[in-house]
């Protein structure tokens, strides 16, 4: 009976945490509001204020590794750069692998930054302005911003302008487009692997506040770097809230899982939509990005998919932004609106709704393509659009998007949303200033809730099983009540194990000290940035005068509590 009250009180609280999970996660919708609209501002066959740029991220230019990422790069600026033609390129983060031939060690190549440099300034043949920014990768090992290991500041495009964040406007077809970089890179930046996620400092927090008001001026504002904001440490309210006012949130760094999760997109409940790329390094990913008379899409693309094709109106229901973007002129409009990219002339493109021809899209100027339509047609609900498109050279693509004109929305899919919405970090809740010629030191409130929550579930798991047996052991020994007959499946053999520990002396106090070890001493003493020495602990780290919250060092504990626990049920049989 008690066995029974147990589980049910499980299923409960499992039941609720799922519960708030899915509330967590859900995205709201809002209704697309009707109005006149002037001659001027229809989406017609002109191409009015249409701008598009590109990014790229997690290149990992590597002097051990892959040595076609050089050379793709090199295709990617001399034919898809050619071809597209951006004003703005934005390369968000670890432009460099910094990573030794063991795949443990960490350290500085210059000779990769000399190799990155040179693509450069290739790249920079074909686009305005190209907007790097640091990752982990291209801080491993560099104990601060001015160190001569720094070879972002001397090797990338805007390392010798700008240290940190910055701010870049672009001014195309009198529309203004902001570009807010953030930097989120660690300092010290410490050595692999415990330089993963990022910190806003509360200066570099105040930094940015005054960059979104500078940026109000513009019509768009596209906030970048290399951190998902559920890997970014910040001050309170935290970067959602900061970038609730930009168009999108550009980013990198997770791989999206090694493409596991493809789509990792997701709209926060601040409004802002957050965009993870997949990496050039080992999937040669990029995106084309548009506003078309004030309408945000994108579509991402490998390096040699030809044509490259990128549908405007109407745009893809997931990424509406009532709010933000004037999405009552979809269904004003009198033309769909494409762009095509190609490196020879597009010989036909073809559109379908819902299955059914609509019609062949001509091109109206440069890789605007259009084609005239009937948007009362799709009034209500869902509806999908698709475009091919061929080349000259026999090239060809479709592309498709799910899209409304009432509001309804095509769901954001769950593994993206739990990947950027989720609360792995929270924000820094204060700041403790050092006395007068020393460094800053921040303490953190909650934060890296989820590897917390992870590590102290194994830690229980394995710690409290082991003490209720303990106890068992010696009511059995006292007379008490009799030892149970276990069966000999699966869990009968673990239960066995854990029996054999818990009652064996040797091996509990073995268990035992190490946990509490786990718990309160220091992991390793040294040196974790060059020329500075360093103490970690599960909770955090110390190098030199700062103090670094633990990130991965709780998934490193829980890793090492499953460990213990394998060991000492084998070591038991």
Not at 360 to 383: A, E, I
Not at 502 to 522: K, S
């Amino acid at each position: 009976m008690q066995l029974q009250v147990a589980f049910c009180c499980l299923l409960a609280i499992v039941g609720i945490l799922l519960a708030r999970i899915i509330a967590a996660l859900k995205v709201h919708t809002n209704p697309i509001h009707d109005r006149e609209v002037k001659d001027g501002e229809i989406l017609g066959n002109r191409k009015g204020s249409l701008f598009y740029f590109v990014q790229i991220t997690d290149i990992h230019i590597s002097i051990f590794r892959d040595p076609n990422r050089i050379p793709d790069l090199w295709t990617f600026c001399d034919e898809n750069l050619k071809v597209i033609k951006p004003p703005v390129v934005i390369a968000s983060g670890d432009l460099t692998d910094a990573t030794r031939e063991q795949p443990m060690g960490s350290q500085q190549y210059e000779e990769e930054w000399r190799q990155y440099s040179n693509s450069v300034r290739k790249c920079k043949n074909h686009t305005k302005a190209w907007l790097d920014i640091r990752g982990n990768h291209d801080t491993f090992n560099v104990p601060s911003s001015n160190s001569s290991i720094n070879y972002f500041r001397n090797y990338s495009a805007q390392g010798r302008l700008h240290s940190y964040s910055y701010m870049y406007t672009t001014k195309e077809q009198g529309y203004t487009v902001n570009f807010i970089a953030v930097d989120g890179t660690t300092e010290p930046g410490t050595i692999k692997p415990y330089n993963f996620f990022g910190i806003i400092s509360p200066e570099g927090f105040a930094v940015l506040e005054k960059m979104k008001r500078d940026a109000a001026i513009g019509n768009a504002t596209f906030w970048f770097g290399h951190y998902p904001t559920s890997t970014l440490l910040s001050p309170s309210p935290g970067m959602r809230e900061l970038m609730n006012d930009g168009m999108a949130y550009l980013n990198g760094h997770l791989h999206t899982f090694f493409m596991m999760v493809p789509k990792m997109h997701t709209l926060h409940h601040s409004g802002l939509i957050e965009l993870e790329l997949g990496d050039w390094k080992d999937h040669r990913i990029y995106r084309i990005l548009a506003i078309d008379n004030g309408l945000f899409s994108f579509v991402d693309l490998r390096v040699h998919d030809w044509p490259a094709i990128l549908i405007t109106n109407p745009k893809d229901s997931m990424y509406m932004q009532p709010t933000k973007e004037p999405l009552w002129k979809m269904a004003k409009s009198t033309h769909i609106r494409i762009l095509i990219f190609s490196k020879s002339a597009i010989r036909h493109c073809q559109v379908k709704i819902d299955d059914a021809d609509v019609g062949q899209c001509l091109q109206s100027d440069g890789p605007l393509f259009v084609l005239p339509w009937n948007p009362q047609d799709y009034s209500k609900g869902l509806h999908k659009l698709e475009v091919s498109a061929m080349d000259s050279d026999l090239q060809t693509r479709n592309e498709t998007i799910i899209f409304s004109l009432d509001g309804s929305r095509e769901p954001f899919p769950f593994g993206g949303r739990f990947a950027l919405m989720s609360d792995a970090v929270t924000t820094l809740q204060e700041q403790i200033d050092m006395a007068p010629g020393r460094n800053m030191a921040f303490l953190f409130g909650d934060f890296n809730t989820q590897a917390q929550c992870l590590f102290g579930f194994l830690f229980a798991a394995w710690i409290l099983p082991l003490c209720i047996l303990r106890i068992c052991h010696y009511r059995i020994l006292g007379g008490a009540f009799v030892k149970p007959r276990l069966s000999n499946d699966f869990f009968g053999r673990l239960a066995r194990n854990f029996w054999i520990a818990a009652a064996t002396d040797r091996i509990f106090i073995f268990i035992m000290l190490g946990m509490v070890y786990l718990l309160i001493g220091p992991w390793f003493v040294g040196e974790l940035a060059d020329g500075l020495y360093g103490v970690i602990f599960l909770w955090g780290t110390f190098v030199g005068n700062v103090y670094q919250p633990g990130s991965l060092s709780y998934f490193y504990g829980a890793t090492h509590s499953y460990s213990a626990l394998d060991y000492a049920g084998s070591f038991a049989e």
